[in-house]
């Protein structure tokens, strides 16, 4: 009977110290994860704003100025500035994104997805 009761003592033992050894591990694994943020490391689901300067202003003026110019008479809407395509933001993310603009043929996909996502982040001078 004795043994029986030691058996049981050692096995709720065993049990006892695996479950503190997996709790200590999570613990450690947050305590990592949290001591990461605070020393400035980036959080993997942030994401970069596209950027109008850099990114998206070289794609129009390589692809769309040519017929949205003052040079078109009125013809297209201008393009050359930010205020001009930030007011056109929308109507420019739909016809770059179903591919009907720039006349000529569609943007490489990794344009048209540039230009998509600046609309979509609200189409910031950034």
Do not use: Y
């Amino acid at each position: 009977m004795k043994n029986n009761w030691n058996f049981k003592m050692v096995l709720a033992i065993t049990a006892l110290c695996i479950i503190i050894a997996s709790c200590a591990s999570n613990v450690e694994e947050e305590q990592m994860a949290s001591v990461e943020m605070e020393e400035g490391m980036e959080d993997p689901t942030t994401v970069e704003m596209v950027s109008f300067a850099n990114q998206v202003k070289p794609i129009i003026d390589a692809r769309c100025v040519v017929c949205h110019s003052p040079e078109t008479r009125g013809i297209f809407p201008n393009l050359r500035t930010f205020a001009e395509v930030k007011a056109r933001a929308e109507r420019v993310g739909i016809r770059v994104g179903n591919g009907t603009m720039p006349q000529g043929g569609p943007l490489p996909s990794a344009q048209m997805q540039l230009i998509v996502d600046w609309v979509n982040e609200g189409a910031l001078d950034n």
